[in-house]
């Protein structure tokens, strides 16, 4: 996305100054908290678009992982991740994995709101510390 600043110079003709913007990553959604972060690995899983979701480590922003929700109930989301063909639940304490028909925990977690301020979080979406 192009956006382009007026700048008056002294002496001179108006100039346009034209930089690119990055898009922010979608992290509200309208059908509840769309962010969650893993406490026990320092990761965040957030909803990018609709029913996609990835995993990006906190420290560097990359992705890891990407998701698709499956199921969202009020106690928690299912997402499966195609390449690895997990299916994973995200409760409001913790992180869960089917493994040979049962659920088992994987990392302790929350959900969290979108920051108000997107220009105070790292490249993950999560809060910068001061």
């Known amino acids: ?7 008056g110079v002294q002496g001179s003709d108006d100039l346009w100054i034209t930089h690119r913007v990055r898009k922010q990553p979608r992290t509200t959604g309208r059908n509840g908290p769309s962010r969650w972060l893993n ?12 029913k996609v979701w990835e995993e990006a480590e906190n420290k560097t922003g990359r992705v890891t992982w990407r998701y698709t929700e499956t199921q969202r109930t009020k106690d928690y989301t299912e997402l499966f991740d195609p390449k690895r063909k997990y299916e994973v639940r995200l409760r409001a304490d913790r992180m869960e994995l089917k493994k040979g028909g049962k659920w088992i ?4 977690g929350h959900w969290e709101a979108a920051p108000k301020n997107p220009s105070k979080t790292n490249s993950s979406g999560v809060r910068k510390k001061n």
Request: aromatic share 14%; with cysteine; hydrophobic share 40%.
């Open 39 to 50: 406490e026990t690995y320092n990761f965040t899983v957030r909803r990018v678009r609709d």
């Open 105 to 108: 925990w994987v990392a302790k």
């Open 1 to 7: 996305m192009l956006c382009s600043n007026r700048a």
